[in-house]
C-alpha cells in the first residue's frame, strides 16, 4: 500500500514548486505551448510564415498576427523551441507517469473508462466521456487563448503574484465550475 499525500502537503509542495519557478525562470503557464506547437507545425508547411526580421524585437516576425505579438516573442518561439516552457510542459507529462506509477492509486478497469461519478449519472460506456473530455478539452484550451492564458498562468501563478485579475479569474472559476459540475453530477 503505497501512501498518498493528504491536501495539504500537496498543496505546500506544489506552492514551492510555483514559488521556485516564478524566482528562477518565470510564472507557470501552459496553454501558449499548443500555440508554439501548433506555429511549429504550420511553420513546416510553410516558407513565409516567419521571416527574420530586422525590425522586430525578438529578430523574428510572423504572417500571422497571433506569432507576431510582443515584437514577435511567439515567432522567436516557433524557430527556437527547445526553451524553458516546452520542457516543462513534457516534464509535467513525465512527472503524471511517474507519479501514476510510483505513489498515485491504482484505478480499477471500469474508472479506467470512466469514474464512478460519470458511471453513475451517465451509464459504463467510455466513448460518451471520451468525447465530452475531448470537447471539454477544446473548449478549455479556446478559452485559455482568449483570455490571454491558462488556470495556471492566470489563476496559480497570478494569486501568487497577488494579481487582481489572477483572483478574479480564479473566482470565475469557481463561480462557473460549481453550477456546472452540479448541473451534469446532479447534487449527490
Given at each position: 500500500?503505497?501512501?498518498?499525500?493528504n491536501?495539504?502537503?500537496?498543496?505546500?509542495?506544489?506552492?514551492?514548486v510555483f514559488?521556485?519557478a516564478?524566482?528562477?525562470v518565470?510564472?507557470i503557464?501552459v496553454?501558449?505551448?499548443?500555440v508554439i506547437?501548433d506555429?511549429?507545425?504550420?511553420?513546416?508547411?510553410?516558407?513565409?510564415?516567419i521571416?527574420?526580421?530586422?525590425?522586430?524585437?525578438?529578430g523574428?516576425?510572423?504572417?500571422?498576427?497571433?506569432l507576431?505579438?510582443?515584437g514577435?516573442s511567439?515567432a522567436n518561439?516557433?524557430i527556437?523551441?527547445?526553451?524553458y516552457s516546452?520542457?516543462?510542459v513534457?516534464?509535467?507529462?513525465?512527472g503524471a507517469f511517474l507519479?501514476?506509477k510510483t505513489?498515485?492509486p491504482?484505478p480499477?478497469a471500469?474508472?479506467?473508462?470512466?469514474?464512478?461519478v460519470?458511471?453513475?449519472?451517465?451509464?459504463e460506456?467510455?466513448t460518451?466521456?471520451?468525447?465530452?473530455t475531448?470537447?471539454g478539452?477544446?473548449?478549455v484550451l479556446f478559452?485559455?487563448?482568449?483570455?490571454?492564458?491558462c488556470?495556471?498562468g492566470?489563476a496559480?501563478?497570478?494569486?501568487m503574484?497577488?494579481?487582481?485579475s489572477g483572483?478574479?479569474f480564479a473566482?470565475g472559476?469557481?463561480l462557473a465550475?460549481i453550477?456546472l459540475?452540479?448541473?451534469?453530477?446532479?447534487?449527490?
Amino acid at each position: 500500500m503505497t501512501r498518498q499525500w493528504n491536501w495539504f502537503t500537496g498543496g505546500i509542495a506544489l506552492g514551492v514548486v510555483f514559488l521556485l519557478a516564478v524566482f528562477l525562470v518565470k510564472p507557470i503557464g501552459v496553454s501558449t505551448e499548443f500555440v508554439i506547437l501548433d506555429g511549429i507545425i504550420w511553420n513546416a508547411l510553410s516558407d513565409d510564415l516567419i521571416t527574420k526580421s530586422p525590425d522586430a524585437k525578438s529578430g523574428y516576425a510572423s504572417t500571422n498576427a497571433y506569432l507576431n505579438k510582443s515584437g514577435g516573442s511567439y515567432a522567436n518561439n516557433v524557430i527556437k523551441p527547445i526553451r524553458y516552457s516546452p520542457i516543462f510542459v513534457l516534464s509535467m507529462i513525465v512527472g503524471a507517469f511517474l507519479s501514476a506509477k510510483t505513489r498515485g492509486p491504482q484505478p480499477t478497469a471500469s474508472d479506467r473508462i470512466a469514474p464512478e461519478v460519470w458511471r453513475f449519472r451517465f451509464g459504463e460506456g467510455g466513448t460518451k466521456r471520451y468525447l465530452v473530455t475531448f470537447i471539454g478539452g477544446v473548449v478549455v484550451l479556446f478559452g485559455a487563448r482568449l483570455a490571454g492564458g491558462c488556470m495556471s498562468g492566470n489563476a496559480m501563478s497570478g494569486i501568487m503574484q497577488t494579481s487582481i485579475s489572477g483572483y478574479l479569474f480564479a473566482l470565475g472559476i469557481f463561480l462557473a465550475g460549481i453550477p456546472l459540475a452540479i448541473m451534469i453530477y446532479g447534487r449527490k
